[in-house]
Nanobody, 115 residues
């Protein structure tokens, strides 16, 4: 059983920064791919950033150069550093863990960027 707990969301002005964290329970974190997705009101959930177990990363085009995903396997934690935030980044951000063709999801954390 895997549980994911996100933190770090909040209200920030445009141009500001936030760092999201996601702590995973269990013993499969280091061998799992991790990701951050977001869902804005009335929109579909979209993958923002992903990181493989070996550390390879990928990003949504609209966040490239502004967001950085990283992981600390010793702490079972994945991070999303978000800089130069824009109002269109406002959404609920979800952490996910992918292992053996199954995805686990956290409960989400709200990020609101004011203009």
């Amino acid at each position: 059983q895997v549980q994911l707990v996100e933190s770090g969301g909040g209200l920030v002005q445009a141009g500001g920064s936030l760092r999201l964290s996601c702590v995973a329970s269990g013993s499969i974190f280091s061998i799992s791919a991790m990701g951050w997705s977001r869902q804005a009101p009335g929109k579909q959930r979209e993958l923002v950033a992903g990181i493989t177990s070996r550390g390879s990363t990928n990003y949504l085009d609209s966040v490239k150069g502004r967001f950085t995903i990283s992981r600390d396997n010793a702490k079972n934690t994945v991070y999303l550093q978000m800089n130069s935030l824009k109002p269109e980044d406002t959404a609920v951000y979800y952490c996910n863990l992918d292992y053996d063709h199954f995805a686990y999801w956290g409960q989400g954390t709200q990020v609101t960027v004011s203009s």
